[in-house]
């Protein structure tokens, strides 16, 4: 099983509908999680942390089960400018001796918002 | 715009060649990272340097060569690069200070190899 596993997609959603992704993850010791964005031939851009709790920022609403050991993502009146990939990342806990964890990104979501 | 600062925007070398590519944040972060991204796939970890110390190394053939220099610069040679090479090279930085950290990217530098 992969350490972290999305959808690659793509998704092809009308504008003005609700969408969501799932991304599961394997090592139950992960502690952080994020959904990033990314355009065609751009870096990735932070579109929010997830938290145990659930969080929203706007359209957007982010969703942890830690029993089932996956988050979600729901955006809500999708716009045209929300085509991008999104991105699931997670912590891996290693050992190491620095303390650095180590991020693994997902395969990543394609969505494109249809006119 | 990104505070991750990426140069060249793009490179094209050939086999034998060796440059370097650079980035520079100034956001007082202390953890640096190289990654790299082919297309349709996601960024893979290559280094993180943690208070401009070596931390992580992903197992990355020796013609890749980082560097820092200091806290805010982080440079990666390359030297005797294979065409399976060519793909964007991402530099990110984090605050450092805590395990868990929010990774802020720069624009990337696009590497053709010849």
């Known amino acids: 099983r992969k350490e972290v596993e999305q959808d690659p997609g793509p998704f092809n959603v009308p504008e003005g509908a609700t969408v969501a992704f799932n991304c599961t993850y394997s090592n139950s010791a992960s502690q952080s999680f994020f959904w990033y964005r990314q355009d065609c031939r751009k870096e990735p851009k932070l579109l929010m942390s997830v938290y145990s709790s659930g969080n929203e920022d706007g359209r957007f609403t982010a969703q942890l089960n830690r029993a089932s050991q996956y988050i979600s993502l729901l955006i809500r009146d999708s716009k045209l400018s929300d085509s991008a990939t999104y991105l699931c990342?997670?912590?891996?806990?290693?050992?190491?001796?620095?303390?650095?964890?180590?991020?693994?990104f997902g395969t990543g979501t394609r969505l494109t918002i249809i006119p | 715009d990104t505070e991750v600062t990426q140069t060249p925007k793009h490179l094209v070398m050939g086999m034998t060649n060796k440059k370097s590519l650079k980035c520079e944040q100034h956001?007082?972060?202390?953890?640096m990272y190289w990654y790299k991204q082919k297309a349709k796939k996601p960024p893979e970890l290559m280094f993180v340097?943690?208070?401009?110390?070596?931390?992580i190394n992903e197992s990355v053939p020796s013609r890749f060569s980082p560097e820092c220099p200091n806290s805010s610069l982080l440079n990666l040679h390359l030297h005797a690069l294979q065409p399976e090479d060519s793909a964007l090279y991402l530099c990110?930085?984090?605050?450092?200070?805590?395990?868990?950290?929010?990774?802020?990217f720069g624009s990337g530098t696009q590497l053709s190899v010849l």
């Open positions: 340097y943690s208070y401009e110390k070596l931390s």
């Open positions: 990342v997670v912590n891996i806990p290693t050992i190491s001796n620095f303390g650095n964890e180590k991020l693994t």
């Open positions: 990110a930085s984090s605050q450092g200070d805590r395990d868990y950290e929010k990774l802020f």
């Open positions: 956001m007082g972060h202390r953890a």
